[in-house]
T-cell receptor, first 113, second 115 residues
Framework: GAGVSQSPSNKVTEKGKDVELRCDPISGHTALYWYRQSLGQGLEFLIYFQGNSAPDKSGLPSDRFSAERTGGSVSTLTIQRTQQEDSAVYLC???????????FGPGTRLLVL | AQSVAQPEDQVNVAEGNPLTVKCTYSVSGNPYLFWYVQYPNRGLQFLLKYITGDNLVKGSYGFEAEFNKSQTSFHLKKPSALVSDSALYFCAVRDPDTGRRALTFGSGTRLQVQP
């Protein structure tokens, strides 16, 4: 079946611009996560959505980062006023509500010049 | 807070030989442990997990992992390595917060299998 999809696969932007990254989870998965993979920090949790509940934003590194999930499905991660240190691979994962395994998308590689 | 250590940045093994990728963890409560593999320019692929039960867990592509509670370890193993196993491997432990269940990852170990 279809896995987690993310778009775009690559994004190059200039410092100070805003970017939006999209995640389409596996159909029926109620839990959705964003992680960031960077050379300096490894893989780190950013934000968690469960159904229609308020998201857990405890991993967001600054208030320039925000995310939303519409209709309990598609999620968008927005980074405002991008900085060079935001350059990383942003990974989305989804999980069925009753299970432990998270399934990851291919990621969006962000480069801030 | 929970943590995962992967002490080897890289493991080199000859094709056909057994391989081990090491992982130790620290978490309060019962550990929920995972292994993922990442191929170049790809996302993470789930290999296996330990939740409860047998200490030897079998997963995808012939991989298995042994949970050792006393040593707080969860080493990944395979009896006979293939060149195609060359990739980046991540060990992870689940957040003890049963609501969020986010994963904390190790730094990754690059496995290089030589023909």
């Amino acid at each position: 079946g279809a896995g987690v999809s993310q778009s775009p696969s690559n994004k190059v932007t200039e410092k100070g611009k805003d970017v939006e990254l999209r995640c389409d989870p596996i159909s029926g998965h109620t839990a959705l996560y964003w992680y960031r993979q960077s050379l300096g920090q490894g893989l780190e949790f950013l934000i968690y959505f469960q159904g229609n509940s308020a998201p857990d934003k405890s991993g967001l590194p600054s208030d320039r980062f925000s995310a939303e999930r519409t209709g309990g499905s598609v999620s968008t991660l927005t980074i405002q006023r991008t900085q060079q240190e935001d350059s990383a691979v942003y990974l989305c994962a989804s999980r069925p509500g009753s299970e432990e395994t998270q399934y990851f998308g291919p990621g969006t590689r962000l480069l801030v010049l | 807070a929970q943590s995962v250590a992967q002490p080897e940045d890289q493991v080199n093994v000859a094709e056909g030989n057994p391989l081990t990728v090491k992982c130790t963890y620290s978490v309060s409560g019962n550990p929920y442990l995972f292994w993922y593999v990442q191929y170049p320019n790809r996302g993470l692929q789930f290999l296996l997990k330990y939740i409860t039960g047998d200490n030897l867990v079998k997963g995808s592509y012939g991989f298995e992992a042994e949970f050792n509670k006393s040593q707080t370890s969860f080493h990944l193993k395979k009896p006979s390595a293939l060149v195609s196993d060359s990739a980046l491997y991540f060990c992870a432990v689940r957040d003890p917060d049963t609501g969020r269940r986010a994963l904390t990852f190790g730094s990754g170990t690059r496995l290089q299998v030589q023909p």
